[in-house]
């Protein structure tokens, strides 16, 4: 690292993106000369040509197409590094902090903390993005173009986090359903149809059910948990929802929700970072604002929509 010019990665992603020297120069003002003699010190560096011509323009090379993302990324941390500051005061500060969020934790926290970030910082705009179906191949790199990750314990781990609230898992059921009673069995959940979330967000309740023999019989699939009772509603499906968004989604659609026949693994939702953020003002105090929010939502809310039942037989 000490002898490479780190404006060279600026330059990088310029050539790599536009695929044209006169237009990467433009874009990081540079002069034509300049941007020319840049991408010779990188073709240097990598005993590569980057940019081959092809026909009438440039095409990236494999190792060109391999750099794309890297630098993009690379350049990102870079930028948060060296915006971090000593000092943050939420009360004049302009701040844009992004987020990757579910559509359950935007509705079941996002709008709690965007409440407290407007009342006690509101030159701070938060951006909720959803996480890609790909988070857990390569967390490092998505958590370092990012300031957070909220997301329960049991998908990812090795990050620094702070722990918000806990939840517990719930079944819908159609209120038109007259297969299942008051209480679902376990042999309830191995014979309907279920409409699940196709990510990875709920992969220790799927282990669980794995474990104990249920592989649901998957009718639908989405990329999100609001639209779950729409899709229950006036059918045979069964669905596996968060009780604390059971309860925020009460009324939407005719649905019943039932407890699980099976001591259900709870839900323990956390904000993860990267560890270049750690001392950082403006996220140490993002952290603490998420970790009171969550403390807050904890103590006002029940951790679930209905009261627990006992077992059932088959799952003893």
């Known amino acids: 690292m000490s002898g ?95 987020l990757l969020a579910s559509d359950y934790a935007v509705a079941v926290f996002g709008a709690e903390l965007a409440r407290t970030v407007h009342a006690e910082a509101p030159g701070v705009r938060l951006r909720f993005q959803r996480p890609p179906t790909a988070v857990t191949e390569d967390t490092a790199t998505l958590l370092s173009t990012v300031d957070g990750l909220l997301m329960p314990h049991g998908v990812i781990s090795g990050f ?82 968060q009780g604390r968004l059971a309860e925020r989604l009460r009324g939407v659609a005719a649905v019943r929700v039932l407890t699980p026949p099976y001591a259900a693994v709870p839900v323990q939702e956390a904000l993860w970072w990267h560890p270049v953020h750690t001392h950082d003002a403006a996220h140490i105090w993002l952290r603490d604002t998420a970790a009171r929010v969550g403390a807050e939502l904890t103590a006002s809310t029940p951790s679930g929509a209905v009261a627990p039942a006992e077992p059932d037989e088959a799952a003893r």
Do not use: K
């Open 4 to 98: 490479l010019d780190l404006n060279l990665v600026l330059a990088l992603r310029a050539l790599l993106e536009e695929r044209n020297v006169t237009r990467a120069g433009r874009r990081i003002g540079l002069s034509q000369p300049a941007m020319s003699a840049a991408l010779a010190r990188l073709r240097r560096h990598y005993d590569d040509e980057l940019l081959s011509r092809v026909g009438g323009q440039y095409e990236l090379t494999a190792l060109g197409r391999a750099l794309l993302d890297r630098t993009a990324t690379a350049c990102d941390l870079l930028e948060r590094v060296f915006s971090s500051r000593a000092d943050f005061m939420p009360g004049s500060e302009e701040r844009e902090f992004t």
């Open 160 to 241: 620094p986090t702070v722990e918000l609230f806990t939840d517990r898992w719930v079944f819908l059921v159609a209120e038109s359903n007259d297969e299942v009673g008051d209480r679902l069995t376990m042999a309830d959940l191995a014979r309907l149809p279920w409409v699940i979330y196709q990510r990875t967000y709920d992969a220790p309740a799927a282990r669980q059910l794995s474990m104990l023999g249920i592989e649901p019989r998957v009718e639908v699939s989405v990329d999100g948990f609001q639209v779950l009772p729409f899709l229950v509603a006036d059918t045979r499906r069964i669905a596996l929802v």
